[in-house]
């Protein structure tokens, strides 16, 4: 059977199992897998469903997330995003309404640094566009200081 492109999540995974001190069977029980599937999982012979990598996770006591972008289901800007949101939500200190409040604040900043990197961007794409322009001071044709006239 060929190893399919899940990144390097075999090798995390079997590196994290190792550091908690779990079996291969012990994670698959904790899990709730079977104990083949995770080996096949961990060689690359597999490639997991979100929920199993979700499951592994919490067995593993390490973020879901993570998991998902090493498997190549989220990419690393949606990972810190919803890695943000989770600590917000999870966060014992605060109520509902704080919560909700600072969810709000952080989207409405994301949304800001998007439309400013956005303009920034068409900026520079319109400032290129005119840099090779010739300028006012020395039109196309008309001598220099420098070129002799004939």
């Not at 997991?48 to 998991?67: D, G, M, N, Y």
Request: no cysteine.
């Amino acid at each position: 059977m060929a190893s399919l492109n899940v990144g390097n999540l075999g090798e995390y995974l079997r590196e994290q199992r190792r550091t908690a001190q779990l079996s291969l069977r012990q994670l698959a029980d904790a899990a709730g897998v079977s104990n083949p599937y995770l080996s096949q999982i961990e060689r690359g012979l597999r490639k997991p469903s979100a929920e199993v990598l979700q499951q592994v996770a919490k067995a593993l006591r390490i973020s879901a997330e993570t998991l998902y972008v090493r498997a190549g289901i989220l990419d690393e800007k949606e990972r810190d995003e919803l890695e943000t949101r989770a600590v917000i939500l999870a966060d014992p200190s605060i109520n509902e309404r704080q919560k909700q409040v600072l969810l709000q604040i952080y989207d409405s900043f994301r949304k800001e640094n998007a439309a400013e990197a956005a303009a920034a961007a068409a900026e520079a794409d319109a400032g290129a566009g005119t840099a090779a322009e010739p300028s006012a001071e020395s039109p196309i044709g008309a001598p220099d200081a420098e070129t002799p006239l004939k």
